[in-house]
């Protein structure tokens, strides 16, 4: 059998081009943040990570163009070996003070935290507990460990509470759990999380990927809750809020060592560069310093939230400026997502396996730079293909 039968067999993404309802790949010839161009058409930006705005903020442009002069545009190693730039340091501090963890580790993406974080402290004969919607790269991180996965529904504590009674007491447990979920826009249960660990000797890791510069004044979830002293480690990524790319890992320090001196993923990946750097740290600064960002991305969620559901949208369970546009269908889902794009609006659209079936849906997700005029725009135009399609009435 050649092992290429199943590349030569596979037509479903000809089959999408085909028919026009192709939604992924688009090459966007420029993106201002809140407007993107596709073809000479404008379309009102709605499928970003971009919370606070921050990819084209001036500060974070000319940092970034600082760097480029000091330090090149790539590091040509791995933090292990001469990766390391003292600019790296200098982030790994700030970012330890920001989170208020005694340690930061910088990866070269949020995917590498999880995959050498998960798979370095995990071993046979250990266990790693994961909520049922977690990210594809915790759960690629818990395959890559030796250890037994437990997978627990999603958000439902007397699942986890059953299932965390039946493990055996004297092997290593870790719990990874998303602080915001990605797809529907949720918020992980810490309050009740955290005592169920404490009780079945469980440690938790949080992955922040979304909530960071969302939620807890900017500082995330378990700060959201107050809950930073009871959560083990706190991931993060720069590609979202941080309008860069690369990751983090913050804890104690003991544990930052261990994996530092044993994450694959960190020890065999060249490490982000200087100018990447650069511009996550002229973002945290203003993160820091204009507390009015985070303040706006959320009011915008409060009033998209309320304004879907008026216009008879169901948008499951968000609480964050990650609302889903549950459809239930994917063919429906993608024709919603092609009249949306037409109309100039940019979505992402969710099909099965990436969300659970009948939970199909449209991602959207807001910055703190949209205007109120685009929001109004925004809305037009969905309650326009909602009653096209007979999603609404």
């Known amino acids: ?27 966007l010839a420029e993106s201002e943040g809140t407007v993107a161009e596709y073809k000479g058409k404008s379309l009102i930006m709605c499928g970003s990570n971009n919370y606070l705005g921050l990819t084209t903020h001036p500060e974070v442009q000319e940092a970034a163009r600082e760097a480029i002069s000091r330090f090149g545009t790539s590091c040509t190693g791995s933090r292990f070996l001469n990766g390391t730039l003292e600019l790296h340091e200098r ?7 920001w989170i208020q963890k005694e340690k930061v580790l910088v990866f070269s993406t949020g995917m590498q935290v999880n995959l050498g974080t998960i ?49 055996q007491a004297d092997r290593g447990k870790l719990l990874v759990v998303d602080g915001l979920f ?24 949080v992955d922040d990927a979304h909530a960071v510069g969302v939620l807890g004044g900017g ?9 930073t002293d009871e959560v083990d480690l706190i991931m993060g990524t720069f590609s979202k809020s941080f309008a860069s790319i690369g990751g983090y890992l913050a804890g104690d320090a003991e544990v930052i060592d261990y994996v530092k001196h044993n994450a694959r993923s960190l020890i065999f990946s060249a490490s982000i560069p200087g100018p990447n ?36 949208f169901d948008i499951g369970y968000s609480e964050t400026p990650v609302i889903p546009i549950i459809i239930g269908d994917d063919l429906l889902t993608l ?8 109309n100039g609006v940019f979505v992402n659209p969710v099909l099965s396996p990436a969300t659970p079936p009948g939970r199909q849906l449209l991602r959207t997700s807001y910055m703190s730079t949209h205007t109120d005029e685009q929001l109004d725009q925004v809305l037009v135009i969905f309650e326009k293909v909602g009653k096209e399609l007979g999603l609404i009435q």
């Open 1 to 27: 059998m050649d092992i290429f039968t199943k590349c030569q067999n596979y037509t479903a993404a000809r089959d999408a081009q085909a028919s026009g309802l192709y939604p992924y790949f688009i090459p």
């Open 91 to 97: 982030l790994e501090n700030e970012l330890a003070d």
């Open 119 to 167: 798979s370095s402290l995990v071993g046979r004969n250990e266990y790693i507990i994961l909520d049922r919607e977690d990210h594809a790269s915790i759960v690629d991180g818990a395959r890559l460990s030796y250890g037994d996965m437990i997978r627990y529904r999603h958000n439902d504590m007397e699942d986890l509470e059953s299932k965390l009674s039946r493990l």
């Open 182 to 205: 990605s797809m529907e826009g949720d918020i992980a249960r810490l309050p009740e999380i955290v005592p169920l660990c404490k009780q079945f000797g469980v440690r938790l890791m």
């Open 219 to 227: 500082r995330g979830t378990a700060a959201h809750f107050g809950l």
């Open 277 to 312: 750097a650069a511009a996550v740290l002229a973002a945290l600064d203003i993160m820091q310093r204009e507390p009015e960002r985070i303040e706006r991305v959320n009011k915008i969620a409060d009033r998209m939230r309320k304004e879907y559901k008026n216009l008879g």
């Open 335 to 342: 024709q919603t997502w092609k009249n949306l794009f037409e």
